[in-house]
């Protein structure tokens, strides 16, 4: 961009009845520096709320906050962090073990058209709404198997919700390994097991990592899934089959109080806070393996 | 790539396979449930909502009525009035993806032409940073911070200059100041925009320098390049995003349920509430608890959400293609 503003050389060779021509450069000038000031309208809503969950909540964000259960109009968020660190737990374990599965195998062996399907089912299941996935949740593990609100039927449920993206990356990383990787090493003898485990799995595997880390704060995020199947609780998760709080169902809950009342609001701004910072940090993480994986790539076709 | 390569897997009967091989090849077929374990959770969904609900309902005119009426008490004259949530929904998410369709247009534009590369990077990390903050986050910021300034300062100002335009001079029936359709507006905005710049990056990315080369050589300039040329060639990837943020949108419950307002109703103005699908099925599950008709008359409303989204990111994905940009990675950067 630079190289090329001194450019148009050419309209100061223009004569005056270049007029149409002067016109289009000056049209093309004006989009190539006013376009892109379209990115303060981003930026400036990203900054306003990192400023205003940051403001609201640190100036009375103290050990407390992190160490005690919300008791009343106040209290802290220990308990709403074990849960969502319980919830999340579970439900990466679940999303991540079936989603790689299918991945790898919708990536690797699937005969065409069974791929096709089970991939159309991957995007579809990516857009259904969280809501609907709770109600699914609801009857299906709440009234279904008649364990009422519990912990587990929350992670489940999020676990649903996490699928698609655990798959649809895995499934991509792998497709994505180079065809001469997968030809040389069975030109060299490789049977299939040890192409996927030595070659396929390596190559592959940061960009999964990635796939199961956005999954993470997607999850870590949601809050319809929760809200109909996972119940509700002051203190820490007693067990899987126990009522569980959450950081978003603390937001959720409290955002509607008035200031005057307890301090709620700022409770909830704190959960907020908190949330923010984890699914920026696990964010970041996937952006760095992310470019780094691309480059170890690159590195492989040159 | 993503099968078994039949030169590789027929071999000629002649010369006896390998054993390995015939493992192999029994394992594509005996692992195909592996791969359909997507299918198999996206049937479960729609069977738990198909299979719980009451589907005469969706035939019923109460279901359809134009006024809202539940009572406990008395569930025989319930009417759901689902024409008035399903306009809520269509004002919201078609606005929103409205703004958010020309924003992201010039921010793909920008990154792909017109920034220089540490720039572009940075840049468009920062917007991906806006994917991944949670939708209650969006929720409260929007409900505590922005709604007074909403209500206080922005709407009496475009009120002041811009009432004689259609829905800009009417009444402020909102629950809370400053809570409504152009708060609810404003926030889906900002949620859809990573989304639908990524895709529409990509696919201006993928147009083959071979054209926009061409289109230069005959004299176009840039900006003639992108218009005529570049976003034509990759028309495909911008459909495709349209279909998706219009999908998350009207999927959007949370953070729409937080500043939408509440109340049902045709909205007068921007400046009043009204719910979407969505935001009803949130509000109302605490009592559909307890009474199984509003349970049935929800699930109703679930069915036609999960139907109107699967439509969305089916043509989403015939725009795109099945690897194309679905979902949230690609705003991740992957």
Known sequence: MAAATPSNPASDLLGPADGRLRYRLWVDRVVRWGLPLTFLLVLVPLFDLLYWVSAKALPTFTWATISTNPVGFGGGLWAPITGTFLLITIATAISGGLGILAGMYTAEFAPPPVARLARLAGNLLAGVPAIVVGYFGYFLLVLYTHWGFTTLAGAITLSVFMLPYVYRVCDLSFSSVPRDQREAALAAGATPRQYLLRVAFPIAFPSVLTGVFLAMAIGLGETAPLVLTAGWSNSPSTGLLSTTSYLTGVVYQNYQFPDTLGHLVTLAFQAAFLLVVIVLVLNILVQVIAGRYRRRLQGLFS | MATADPALAASPPASPTPPAWDRYKLLTWLGSPLALIPLLALLAVALAIVSSGDLTLLLRGDFWSLTFNWNPLYPDQAAWAFPLYLLGTAITAGLALLFATLL??????????????????????????????????????GYVVLAPYFGLTLQPTLRSYLAWLPFFGGPAAAAAPGTGVLLAV?????????????????????????????????????????????????????????????????????????????????????????????????????????????????????????????????????????????????????
């Open chain 2, 104 to 141: 992201s247009l010039a921010l793909a534009i920008s990154l792909t032409a017109y920034l220089p590369g540490w720039l572009g990077r940075s840049l468009a990390t920062l917007t991906n940073l806006l994917a991944g903050i949670p939708s209650v986050v969006y929720g409260i910021w």
């Open chain 2, 186 to 334: 404003l926030i889906l905005t900002v949620m859809i925009v990573p989304l639908t710049t990524a895709i529409i990056r990509d696919s201006l990315a993928n147009v083959p320098s071979a054209v926009l080369e061409a289109s230069l050589a005959l004299g176009a300039t840039q900006w003639e390049t992108m218009r005529r040329v570049r976003l034509r060639v990759a028309r495909r990837g911008v459909m495709g995003a349209v279909f998706l943020g219009f999908g998350r949108a009207v999927g959007e419950s949370v953070a729409v349920a937080m500043v939408v307002g509440g109340q049902t109703q045709i909205p007068p103005s921007i400046y009043s509430g009204t719910t979407t699908v969505s935001a009803f099925l949130l509000y109302q599950q605490d009592s559909a608890f307890q009474y199984a008709a509003l349970l049935h008359a929800l699930v109703d409303f679930a069915l036609v959400l999960l139907l109107i989204t699967l439509f969305f990111n089916f043509l989403a994905q015939r725009a795109t293609g099945e690897r194309g940009a679905v979902g949230q990675t690609s705003a991740a950067g992957l």
